[in-house]
Antibody
Framework: EVQLVESGGGLVQPGGSLRLSCAAS????????MNWVRQAPGKRPEWISY????????YYADSVKGRFIISRDNAKNSLSLQMNSLRDEDTAVYYC?????????WGQGTLVTVSS | DIQMTQSPSSLSASVGDRVTITCRAT??????LNWYQQKPGKAPKLLIS???SLQSGVPSKFSGSGAGTDFTLTISSLQPEDFATYYC?????????FGQGTKLEIK
């Protein structure tokens, strides 16, 4: 079964940092680009970052550029998102998703709350 | 950035009905348009990619069409499990933007 499992969310103060992880299983992780998508309560999903299978190409949404860093370890079937300088508006459920011309599947999500 | 606009934002329908949701892009995205279904507390689920390609395991009651800037998702013979929020998303170029969603409710 193709599966993605996120971890690392939690409560953090504004200006703080957090590192999210996504563990992949059930498919050849190194064959696929991967994405991070977040969704604030009651809002539409917001794509925030993409990384190619080889890590050669990376894209970020303007809302996180310069603050978040996406990376992957193909040997460990793992995707990461380093989030720095967190703001109140970064509060959301964060999902990793496999890129297959469309995002499929998505993980179950991990909640990040930025609050003092 | 490419903006995606869905209509309607909410839709009330009955079991057995056929409904259509539209999605419009602010510039041509060829057929790089995906549709997702999301139920409360769950991650979105990919239903259709490339405007009309039904994902494996998704019932044929779901169908998509369109190209360029205008797209539709049609759901036939609504069942209770189909009542959810539906999102379109463009995958033509980053940022890969989503529509605001269409909440499909039981009448």
């Amino acid at each position: 079964e193709v599966q993605l499992v996120e971890s690392g969310g939690g409560l953090v103060q504004p200006g703080g940092s957090l590192r999210l992880s996504c563990a992949a299983s059930g498919f050849t992780f190194s064959d696929y680009g991967m994405n991070w998508v977040r969704q604030a309560p009651g809002k539409r999903p917001e794509w925030i970052s993409y990384i190619t299978s080889s890590s050669r190409t990376i894209y970020y949404a303007d809302s996180v550029k310069g603050r978040f860093i996406i990376s992957r370890d193909n040997a460990k079937n793992s995707l990461s998102l380093q989030m720095n300088s967190l703001r109140d508006e970064d509060t959301a459920v964060y999902y990793c998703a496999r890129d297959v011309q469309g995002f499929d599947p998505w993980g179950q999500g991990t909640l990040v709350t930025v609050s003092s | 950035d490419i903006q995606m606009t869905q209509s309607p934002s909410s839709l009330s329908a009955s079991v057995g009905d056929r409904v259509t949701i539209t999605c419009r892009a602010t510039q041509s995205i060829s057929r790089y348009l995906n549709w997702y279904q999301q139920k409360p507390g769950k991650a979105p689920k990919l239903l259709i990619s490339a405007a009309s390609s039904l994902q494996s395991g998704v019932p044929s009651k779901f169908s998509g069409s369109g190209a360029g800037t205008d797209f539709t998702l049609t759901i036939s013979s609504l069942q209770p499990e189909d009542f959810a929020t539906y999102y379109c998303q463009q995958s033509n170029s980053p940022p890969y933007t989503f529509g605001q969603g269409t909440k499909l409710e039981i009448k």
